[in-house]
Structures are given as structure tokens and as C-alpha cells.
């Protein structure tokens, strides 16, 4: 269970995020991911609630300044959108042409497997 200084206790503010890669792999450093995580936010904001003010796609990691519409949950939102983005990076990367690809999946396996909390 993850410590309880992330959880989001007001749902109806706006919040700083961030969130990395395992391990600080740099997945974002090839524009087919970065797109990626582009179309969720977009869909997120058109479909789940989102509230954008600002966004930082860095090659490891994403900030945010976030918050929820009224009705909706920006936990849940974050839940959503991490789970389905991951996938489709996962698929991506094993799928496309990527140099990388072993060594990348290993990590997140590895990670998968042991670090949850």
C-alpha cells in the first residue's frame, strides 16, 4: 500500500504531481511514447474530468499542475490514466522498433514483480 503522504485528501484541489519511470528510464525520449502519453491526457480531460493548467513531459518523468471537475475524483482519474498509459507504453515498446526493448522490459518486469507497495 503506497505511504499514505501520496494520497490525495482533497479531491477538489489543484495539485503539483509527478510521475516517474521505473528506475528513471528514459521512455519518453522517443516521440511514438511521448504521444502516448499526449493522447491520454487529452482523452482524460475530454472524458474523465481533468483539469490541466500546466503540463512537463520530461524524457523520464511528467509533471503536472492538476485538478478534477466537479464530480469526479483526481485519484481516480491519475489511477486511470497511469494503468491504461503504462499498458499502451508496454505494448509500444515490444511491438515497435525499439533498441532498447529487453533491457526496458526487464526493468518493468523486475519492478512489477518486486517493488510494489
Known sequence: MPSSQYFIRNQEGAYFLTMTVVDWVDVF???AYRYIVVDSLRYCQQHKGL???GWCLM????HLLAAAADGHK????LRD?????SKQLVKAIQEGPESRRDWML????????YQRM
Open 29 to 31: 525520449s522517443r516521440p
Open 51 to 53: 483539469l490541466l493548467c
Open 59 to 62: 524524457s523520464n518523468h511528467l
Open 74 to 77: 483526481l485519484s481516480d482519474i
Open 81 to 85: 490514466m497511469k494503468k491504461h498509459t
Open 106 to 113: 526487464q526493468r518493468f518486469a523486475y519492478a512489477g514483480k
